[in-house]
RNA sequence: CGGGCUGUGGCGCAGUUUGGUAGCGCACCUGCUUUGGGAGCAGGGGGUCGCCGGUUCAAAUCCGGCCAGCCCGACCA
């Protein structure tokens, strides 16, 4: 009966356990061309969960979503220098199309600043129109060197949120709300991802951008992942594209400007910051499947125990998401947050692996023996403990248990980071500490001179924090800390 | 683009040294027995061996050319 694990174990082989995870969870798999995804309906439902939960707080921070074309005039890049110069290695760009050359080639998007700006120059004349506030979710290509399913893919879906404002303070503002509010927020209580937000150094900034804000956390295997960027553009796009507007006294005035973005890299992150040697471990308030009621074995009375069950956690919205019934051949309940698996042709043993690579928050386990007992053994996921419940008490046990279960998470993951983060004074010493998870040094010991010798060594500078870990405003204020480490 | 490796059913591989007409594991289909931690047995389907050319009675195997992919470095949400 003992099989070798499913999986490869996370200590013999990091990257090849991350693989292993998105292929047996049916999350993703390569495209045809290089560098491209595709995305499974399991993970496709991550990712549905995640934008759901992105998009309601952008829209909170008072952004509109909107579309823009993928394709834009070569010419539009190449306003801004910097940001040409720090995307042109990477662009796709359309030549031909309808069987002839095409008068100016035209890029895929690698970001969309210069053609929301071309709008925007149309939609800015007064200071009236202030702030204006647009999100949008798309597709981006780059094409990237060495492509990783979900962390880097020449083609990514992403949000990117564009915007401009009246005054300096007020775009800082603005970037910095989106890096707390949006991404912070949804991170820490919804991933339940400890993060990092801080300052990108000048050699990490987005290409164009006056300023790069970023959420970073730290993955399993002590390794740095950015989640989220926020930038300041000041007026670096705003001139070149002519976004202007009558302030009160009748002056022209060009706009101060921020975006900011989040992609499918984050799935990529949920993998590696929670899963196990078992697979993935979806937080509860992320997952499609947030239980999964499990018949050991038909007999006397267990599936309708089990569908008694689904119909007591549905009726009293327990699980927090409405049912949506919709049975397959299979007979279980996919598009649901709780599932019966009563698909007893396949061993048990096989289908619990099954649940537990795709990293399902709570198992009921429900056989004849239990429903003679009068109860159903739960099962949590994070810690794989097992607890017979009696059924009358199963719905807000598991109610319970799903929350317990957030926020044992949040802190497992909160222990992890601190736990694997050094002090340090020196550059030798910062250096040794970030093979294995993150180090802290002070800004003005390392500086820009210190930051390309750790570059050598394939380390990098995740982000600069304030002494008690605040983002800091500026660059220029004192007693900065860098964060470095090993990233993806 | 530099260095290493690999192309054989859906996936993972053996076979290549020494040419003889393609095999194994997983997955899939059918049946029976099973089901409390990746089930067992029996039967079955599926591959012009990356592509093009050459040598030969005969090529997955030998020779020449091309193409693609993977891993390690520089770039990156």
Not at 324 to 334: A, I, P, S, Y
Not at 407 to 427: N, P
Request: net charge negative; charged share 25%; with cysteine.
């Amino acid at each position: 009966m003992a099989k070798s694990p499913p999986l490869t174990s996370q200590t013999e082989d990091f990257p090849r356990w991350y693989q292993d995870v998105v292929a047996k969870a049916e999350l993703a798999e390569n495209g045809p061309v290089r560098g491209t995804m595709v995305i499974r309906p399991y993970g496709y439902a991550i990712w549905e969960a995640m934008q759901q939960e992105v998009d309601a707080r952008i829209k909170a921070a008072g952004a509109q979503n909107a579309y823009f074309p993928m394709f834009i005039p070569m010419s539009y890049l190449e306003k801004e220098s910097a940001h040409v110069e720090g995307f042109s290695p990477e662009l796709a760009i359309v030549t031909h199309g309808g069987g002839k050359e095409l008068e100016e080639p035209a890029v895929v998007r690698p970001t969309s600043e210069t053609i929301i700006n071309a709008s925007f120059s149309k939609w800015v004349q007064s200071y009236r129109d202030l702030p204006l506030l647009i999100n949008q979710w798309s597709n981006v290509v780059r094409w990237e060197m060495r492509p990783r399913v979900f962390l880097r893919t020449s083609e990514f879906l992403w949000q990117e949120g564009h915007t401009a404002h009246a005054t300096q303070a007020d775009a800082a503002t603005y970037a910095l709300r989106i890096l707390t509010d949006v991404y912070q927020d949804f991170m820490v209580n919804v991933l339940a991802i400890p993060v990092l937000s801080g300052l990108k150094s000048p050699a990490e900034s987005f290409p164009g951008a006056i300023r790069s804000l970023c959420c970073e956390a730290m993955m399993r295997d002590g390794k740095a992942l950015q989640m989220a960027t926020s930038h300041e553009l000041g007026q670096n796009f705003s001139r070149m594209f002519d976004i202007s507007y009558s302030d009160q006294d009748g002056k022209l005035v060009n706009v101060w400007q921020t975006s900011w973005g989040c992609s499918t890299r984050m799935v990529g992150g949920l993998i590696m910051a929670h899963g196990d040697d078992k697979g993935l471990v979806v937080p509860p308030k992320l997952a499609p499947t947030q239980v999964v009621i499990q018949i050991v074995r038909d007999g006397e009375g267990v599936t309708e125990a089990a569908e008694a069950l689904k119909r007591n956690l549905t009726d009293d919205q327990i699980v927090g998401q409405i049912d949506v019934q919709k049975d397959d051949q299979r007979g279980t309940v996919e598009a649901s947050k709780i599932l019966i698996d009563n698909k007893t042709s396949v061993s048990f043993g096989r289908r619990s692996t099954d649940w537990e690579i795709k990293g399902i928050p709570i198992r009921v386990e429900l056989g004849p023996r239990d429903v003679e007992e009068g109860v159903g053994i739960l099962v949590r996921r994070d810690t794989s403990e097992k607890t017979p419940v009696p059924l009358q008490e199963l719905p807000q046990k598991i109610s319970a248990t799903l929350q317990i279960q957030q926020q044992d998470m949040l802190a497992k993951a909160s222990m992890r980071l601190e736990d694997h983060t050094s002090q340090t004074t020196t550059l030798e010493e910062a250096t040794e500490q970030a093979q294995e998870g993150f180090a802290r040094i002070p800004w003005k010991t390392l500086g820009v001179d210190g930051e390309a010798s750790l570059a050598a060594k394939g380390v990098s500078v995740r982000c600069l924090l304030r002494e008690d870990n605040t983002t800091p405003a500026t660059l220029d204020e004192p007693n900065l800390i860098a964060v470095v480490g090993r990233a993806y």
